[in-house]
């Protein structure tokens, strides 16, 4: 099985082509602080040939959602010391996601300070999950020309903070509608300097944040995620393929360990120009490993990895369920079913409870 197959990803030999997808579990402190349950929770996935984090705030300015956690403080990159630690004990490869949400996000969690995004723009028709309950979302406040510039380094910093704290690399988070999937939307950006107007300017932040994140962090260590044909959070292009295309083409041309392509999770009926098969039409174009996402069991992660286009299938709510999903895909076992209440915020109920095969 190519799923059980070892691979070589950047500077790393993994065990097998299994990654665990980045998922938010908002089970931080209120400073952005991991704790022990967080050491338990990825030591018991470690038997993935990569973890990547669920997704971690570079900055005080880049957080959207209460109890996640942080990379600027040196409180939180001393607790993440203990996870990257804990995995590497164990045999594991593990990655920080690194998150600025952007518009995605609500005062009443920021201090009280507006989100900020591209454009003045805010979401309509969804709700943000806030500890307060769900809200509207505001109108976020545009960043300055300079404001943009800060928030790239703030990303190499981030990234700096995550090599000290032990990760073995980065993946900037440029999916789901967060900071840098905003930058790359027609609908959420609407600037007029360098960072919008054209596909090449729409482009720009998510090349300057990688460049970034490769000089902090060094050659084959960092990855990116990308969700071309996915328009949750109001992300709108008229044309992907011709956002996208020279995005991945620039990406190219940088020493990096991945890039990680979600496929559309969404209905593209009134969208004609979303191409169908994001990892096809993408993930062909890139000269770098894919790890192919969304939606995958063993049997169509298999398949996709003969296709040869992605080299590793990353797994989300079933890698959340089964810490030891690589072995249970080895020996074709059921499989625990993820909890819908329990996956944001709380304890250890639906977080390190799931039981391994040999509690079973
Ligand atoms: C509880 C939960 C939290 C998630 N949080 C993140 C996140 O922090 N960063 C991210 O890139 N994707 C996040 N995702 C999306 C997953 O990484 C993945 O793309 C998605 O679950 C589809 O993969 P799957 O079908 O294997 O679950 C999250 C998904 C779940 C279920």
Redesign the pocket.
Known sequence: MKLLEKITLGKESLKNAIAM?????SRANTEGVVTDLTVLYYTQRASAGLI????INISEQALGSPM?PGLYSQEQIDAWKKVTKSVHDNGGVIYA?L?HTGRVGHSVDRKGKLPVAPSAIGIKGQQHFTSQGLKDYETPQELTTGEIKQIVKDYGEAARNAIEAGFDGV?L?A??G?LPNQFLSESANLRTDEYGGSVENRNRFVLEAMQELVSASGNDKVGI?L?PTIYYNNIDNSDPVAQFTPLIEALNDMPLAFI?L?NG?LPLDNYPSYPKNAIETFGSISKHLVIA????NKESGEAELKKGIAKM????????ANPDLPKRFELNTDLNV?DGPT??GGGEKGYTDYPFLTEL
């Open positions: 997808a980045p998922m938010t579990r990547i984090t669920e997704a996640t996601q998150w993946e988070h999916a789901f967060y995620k969700s990680h979600m999770i996402n969304a939606g995958f299938i990353s797994y989300g709510s079933l890698f959340l993820p996956m944001y």
